[in-house]
């Protein structure tokens, strides 16, 4: 059974930072794209950052300049550097990784951003 472990989520004031935590129990985690998603309440799922195995990244266009998104293959790990938080930031953030026939979820950290 493949477990996606979240971690680092919390309460922060705008402008502050958190860093998220996945860790991956799929021993093949380096050939997986990896990916955080958020969902405010009232509100659809999203793609918040993707990293392909290559290293390659994807943005929103919300959090291009703010977020980092990074992966440690060998520890089997992701990542999510979290900067410039704004309130509208503030959503349960999942882990997802995902290949040809395989998809899997973590059971999401909340982050709220608030003063």
């Known amino acids: 059974q493949v477990q996606l472990v979240e971690s680092g989520g919390g309460l922060v004031q705008p402008g502050g930072s958190l860093r998220l935590s996945c860790a991956a129990s799929?021993?093949?985690?380096?050939?997986?794209?990896m990916g955080w998603y958020r969902q405010a309440p009232g509100k659809q799922r999203e793609s918040v950052a993707t990293?392909?195995?290559?290293?390659?990244?994807n943005y929103a266009d919300s959090v291009k300049g703010r977020f980092i998104i990074s992966r440690d293959n060998a520890k089997k790990m992701g990542y999510l550097q979290m900067n410039s938080l704004k309130p509208e930031d503030t959503a349960v953030y999942y882990c997802n990784v995902r290949r040809i026939n395989a998809n899997y979820w973590g059971q999401g950290t909340q982050v709220t951003v608030s003063s």
């Open positions: 990293i392909i195995s290559s290293g390659g990244t």
């Open positions: 799929l021993s093949t985690f380096s050939i997986y794209t």
